[in-house]
Every structure is written in C-alpha cells, then in structure tokens.
C-alpha cells in the first residue's frame, strides 16, 4: 500500500503567512517611533553655510549639503531673481553639462562679498546647491591651496 505525504492546504499556508504579517506588524508598532524612523542628522555635521539670498522653494540642509526639490532651470531662474534683487554683483557660467552632471555657476563679482561662488549641480535627478565661500588667505592661510 502507498501511502501519500501530508502536504498542508493552500488554505492553512494562507492563514499562516497571515498570522506571520501580523504579528510581524504588531512587533514593529510595538517598538518607539524613534527605534524605525530614519536615523537624525549627526551632531558633527558642519551647520549650513550664510546664503546672501533667499533660497528656492523647498531647499533643506541635508548631509552637509543643500537639496533643492525644484529643478535646476527653475532653481537657477529663482537664485538669479534674489541675487539680482538683493543687488549682488555677479556672473553666471552656465547651464553646461560635464560628465553627465548639469551645472550652473554664480561668480561673486565683488571682493567684499561673504561667498565666492554658488554652484547649483543636477546628477542623479537631484539638485544640489553648494556654496563656496571667499576665505582671506592672510588671516587663514591654512585654507589656501
């Protein structure tokens, strides 16, 4: 006489992998909120940079850099727009693509301003802000190349 192995219904592995998805949910809500959400932004991380201007809408801090949410043709058309209006003196290089990166460079035009250059950049489908500030190589001549 053969006898056939018991294989478990398709009803009874539904019901299990079920009980399985819950239970699993249950542990994570069960845990702190702070215990499953992204982890927070290191208190060694260096804090922005001064920006002469307003920034475009929906830029944030983040990873030592800023992230702008608009595209790089609108955030260069809002960062032209405050340059101009805050009456800064500046040349604007760009957009031009290098390696497969966008960019477009602000060059500060006046010695005496705080920052040298901004250098809006889009690779990746994200859009980054740099700034680059005007060091004085007298009194910090550890900064100097």
Same mark, same amino acid.
């Given at each position: 006489?053969?006898?056939? +192995?018991?294989?478990?219904?398709?009803?009874?592995?539904? /019901?299990?992998?079920?009980? +399985? @998805? $819950?239970?699993?949910?249950?542990?994570?809500? !069960?845990?702190?909120?702070?215990?499953?959400?992204?982890?927070? /932004?290191?208190?060694?991380? /260096?804090?922005?940079? /001064?920006?002469?201007?307003?920034?475009?809408?929906?830029?944030?801090? $983040?990873?030592?850099? =800023?992230?702008?949410?608009?595209?790089?043709? *609108?955030? $260069?058309?809002?960062? *032209?727009?405050? @340059?101009?209006? !805050?009456?800064?003196? =500046?040349?604007?290089? &760009?957009?031009?693509?290098?390696?497969?990166? *966008?960019?477009?460079? =602000?060059?500060?035009? %006046?010695?005496?301003?705080?920052?040298?250059?901004?250098?809006?950049?889009? +690779?990746? &489908?994200?859009?980054?802000? %740099?700034?680059?500030?005007?060091?004085?190589?007298?009194?910090?001549?550890?900064?100097?190349?």
């Amino acid at each position: 006489m053969h006898h056939q +192995a018991h294989l478990p219904r398709k009803s009874s592995v539904a /019901a299990s992998l079920v009980l +399985a @998805l $819950t239970l699993s949910c249950a542990l994570v809500s !069960a845990r702190p909120p702070h215990a499953w959400s992204a982890p927070a /932004a290191s208190s060694t991380e /260096a804090p922005p940079p /001064a920006v002469p201007v307003r920034l475009p809408p929906g830029t944030r801090w $983040t990873h030592g850099r =800023f992230l702008v949410t608009r595209g790089l043709a *609108e955030a $260069t058309r809002a960062l *032209e727009r405050e @340059l101009t209006r !805050a009456g800064a003196t =500046f040349r604007r290089v &760009g957009p031009y693509r290098v390696r497969g990166v *966008e960019v477009t460079r =602000f060059l500060s035009l %006046d010695a005496r301003s705080p920052w040298l250059a901004l250098h809006l950049s889009r +690779a990746g &489908g994200r859009t980054h802000l %740099d700034v680059v500030p005007r060091t004085n190589p007298l009194t910090n001549p550890s900064e100097t190349r």
